[in-house]
């Protein structure tokens, strides 16, 4: 199974940046991307974005297009998620997921960060 651990939340204030990492244990054959969700309290996990291993594909959620940005370094399994122009309204605990590429399903995920947005 793979394992991912993100990193790099914390508190800011508005208008602030914060850059989140996600690595992985291990990558096989079948991680086709990885993504980056959000989950306020009472709220359902919400996609923000996803990047493929292979050839760096990205998909935005349109909220956060322009002020996000997903990276990848495949040498290190590692994804990032550049946040730029932080909002109160972004305050949630931030996963990183696999998804897996025979079920296209987020299979795995990470214990997830908090990021605070103080306005």
């Known amino acids: 199974q793979v394992q991912l651990e993100e990193s790099g939340g914390g508190l800011v204030q508005t208008g602030g940046s914060l850059k989140l990492s996600c690595t992985a244990s291990k990558r096989t054959t079948n991680e086709y991307a990885m993504g980056w969700f959000h989950q306020a309290p009472g709220k359902e996990r919400e996609f923000l974005a996803a990047?493929?291993?292979?050839?760096?594909?990205?998909y935005y959620k349109d909220s956060v297009k322009g002020r996000f940005t997903i990276s990848r370094d495949n040498a290190k399994n590692t994804v990032y998620l550049q946040m730029n122009s932080l909002k109160p309204e972004d305050t949630a605990v931030y996963y990183c997921a696999s998804q897996q590429g025979d079920s296209m399903e987020y299979e795995f995920w990470g214990q997830g960060t908090q990021v605070t947005v103080s306005s």
């Open positions: 990047i493929s291993w292979n050839y760096g594909n990205t």
